[in-house]
């Protein structure tokens, strides 16, 4: 009678302790792997930030709009800076930019409702005007427009 009462006790405290080592096996995965996980996605929002600073220097934030798709046509006329011998200045850049949304159909708009930032890419200065509807890149060394709605101006 006392082994069948010891064969119960254990197999019971048999199964308890691979119960409590299975337990600890799958708690110390989950930390283990929660640690690695974050340092992947640290390091992914890392790159990630470090790209969408390049893309807001470059690139346009705003989603695509029918405008958009037509600067990539040949048809879009660009509009030239008259002085373009001398560095121009932000009002002069949001003039330019205004001539160049009327040419793409954006007639109501207003030098005050543009946005504009000013930054750097190889050592030379751009302005970066957005509309509601388009975006330009005005070189401000001649102002010289190079992109429209993140189109490379040829």
């Known amino acids: 009678m006392g082994r069948r009462k010891s064969r119960r006790l254990i197999s019971t405290h048999s199964l308890l302790i691979i119960l409590c080592l299975l337990l600890i096996a799958v708690s110390v995965h989950m930390l ?3 640690d690695v996980e974050q340092m992947v996605v640290g390091k992914a929002k890392e790159q990630n930030q ?3 600073q390049e893309q807001l220097q470059t690139e346009n934030q705003t989603k695509p709009t029918a405008n958009n798709e037509a600067t990539k046509k040949e048809d879009v006329k660009v509009v030239q800076n008259g002085n373009s011998a001398n560095e121009i200045s932000e009002q002069e850049a949001r003039k330019l930019a205004v001539k160049q949304f009327k040419e793409l159909d954006e007639k109501w708009i207003k030098e005050k ?8 890419r190889a050592n030379e200065y751009y302005y970066y005007i957005s509309s509601k509807e388009n975006t330009i890149e005005i ?11 993140s189109v490379p101006v040829q």
């Open 113 to 120: 409702e543009l946005e504009v930032l000013e930054f750097s």
């Open 139 to 149: 070189k401000k060394n001649g102002g010289k427009i190079t992109r429209i709605n």
């Open 32 to 34: 283990f792997s929660e």
């Open 50 to 52: 470090e790209k969408d």
